[in-house]
C-alpha cells in the first residue's frame, strides 16, 4: 500500500487524494517521523502545517521539538500579512505556561506589526497587561495605526483599526479626536452609545446624522437600525433636558414617513 500510495503521488505530486491516503497509511503505522517528513514536504504560507507537525510531536510526547516546528512557523510566515492564528496561539500558550511573559509580548507584537487588525491589538494588549508592559507598548502600536492613517495604508488597516482600538480601549477622547472625517458609520454610531452619557451634545448630532440616509431604503432592518438611534438620541435629549425637541422631531418625523406602516409598528414598539 505504501509503494502504490508513493507511486500515486509521485504522479500527482499536488493530489488531494492521494496526499490523504499517504498521510493515513503514515499515521497508521505510528511512525511520528514519517508524519513529519511527509508535513515538511509540503509547508502552506500560513504556518497551518508547522502546526499541524507541532501537534503531532507534542501527541508523540516530543513538546520541545513540538515547540520548535512551531516557532519554525513563525519565523517562516514573519513576512506573510495571513497567518493560521492558532499557530500563533500554540507558541503563546507555551511560552505563557513556561513564564515567559517577555516572549509572548514579542510573538503578539511581530503578529501585530505584520497583520494591524482589532484582534491582533487585543492580542498584543491582553499578553502585554499579563507582562505588566502595556503603557509603552500602547504607545507604540497606537503611534503604528496613526503612520498608517498618514500614509493611507491600503485603506482597510490604518483609519478602521485605530479608531477601532481607541474604542476597544475605552479611551473616548481620543476617539473622538481620530474619528472626526475617517470614521465609518459603524464607528460613529459605536462611539456615540459608548458617549451619551458624557457627551450628549457630539453623539445626538451624531444619531441625527444617521438617521438622515435611513429615510430612503426600507426594510424590518433599516426601521430597527433607526428605532435603535432615535433611542440613543432620546437619551441625548434627556441628558441635555431637551426633551421636548426630541418630541417634536419624532413627531415631524413620523409625519413625514406615516405611509411606512412597519416603521410605525416598530417605533410604537419602542415607545416613539
Given at each position: 500500500m505504501r509503494q502504490l500510495a508513493a507511486e500515486a503521488r509521485r504522479r500527482s505530486p499536488r493530489g488531494w487524494a492521494e496526499r490523504y491516503l499517504m498521510e493515513r497509511l503514515v499515521k497508521a503505522e505510528g511512525d511520528a517521523d514519517a508524519l513529519v517528513a511527509l508535513y515538511a514536504k509540503d509547508l502552506v504560507p500560513s504556518g497551518a502545517t508547522h502546526l499541524r507537525i507541532a501537534e503531532e510531536l507534542d501527541a508523540a510526547g516530543r513538546a520541545d521539538e513540538a515547540?520548535?516546528?512551531?516557532?519554525?512557523?513563525?519565523?517562516?510566515?514573519?513576512?506573510?500579512?495571513?497567518?493560521?492564528?492558532r499557530l500563533v496561539d500554540y507558541v503563546c500558550d507555551r511560552y505563557t505556561r513556561a513564564g515567559r511573559a517577555a516572549e509572548t509580548v514579542a510573538v503578539r507584537r511581530d503578529r501585530f506589526r505584520a497583520e494591524r487588525s482589532l484582534a491582533t491589538y487585543q492580542q498584543l494588549r491582553a499578553a502585554a497587561w499579563a507582562a505588566d508592559c502595556w503603557g509603552a507598548e500602547r504607545k507604540t502600536a497606537l503611534a503604528a495605526l496613526r503612520d498608517d492613517v498618514g500614509r493611507?495604508?491600503?485603506?482597510?488597516?490604518?483609519?478602521?483599526?485605530?479608531?477601532?482600538?481607541?474604542?476597544?480601549?475605552?479611551?473616548m477622547d481620543a476617539a473622538w479626536r481620530e474619528a472626526a472625517g475617517r470614521a465609518d458609520d459603524r464607528q460613529w454610531q459605536r462611539l456615540a452609545d459608548l458617549s451619551r452619557e458624557v457627551r450628549p451634545a457630539e453623539a445626538l448630532?451624531?444619531?441625527?446624522?444617521?438617521?438622515?440616509?435611513?429615510?430612503?431604503?426600507?426594510?424590518?432592518?433599516?426601521?430597527?437600525?433607526?428605532?435603535?438611534?432615535?433611542?440613543?438620541?432620546?437619551?441625548?435629549?434627556?441628558?441635555?433636558?431637551?426633551?421636548?425637541e426630541f418630541t417634536a422631531y419624532v413627531v415631524a418625523l413620523r409625519a413625514e414617513l406615516r405611509r411606512r406602516r412597519k416603521l410605525m409598528t416598530i417605533l410604537d414598539r419602542h415607545g416613539l
Open positions: 515547540l520548535a516546528w512551531a516557532e519554525r512557523g513563525l519565523r517562516d510566515t514573519a513576512t506573510e500579512a495571513h497567518v493560521d492564528g493611507e495604508h491600503g485603506g482597510s488597516y490604518g483609519v478602521p483599526t485605530l479608531i477601532d482600538a481607541l474604542l476597544d480601549d475605552g479611551d448630532a451624531v444619531y441625527l446624522r444617521l438617521v438622515e440616509p435611513l429615510k430612503e431604503p426600507t426594510g424590518d432592518g433599516v426601521y430597527e437600525r433607526m428605532a435603535q438611534l432615535l433611542l440613543g438620541a432620546r437619551d441625548c435629549h434627556r441628558a441635555l433636558g431637551t426633551e421636548d
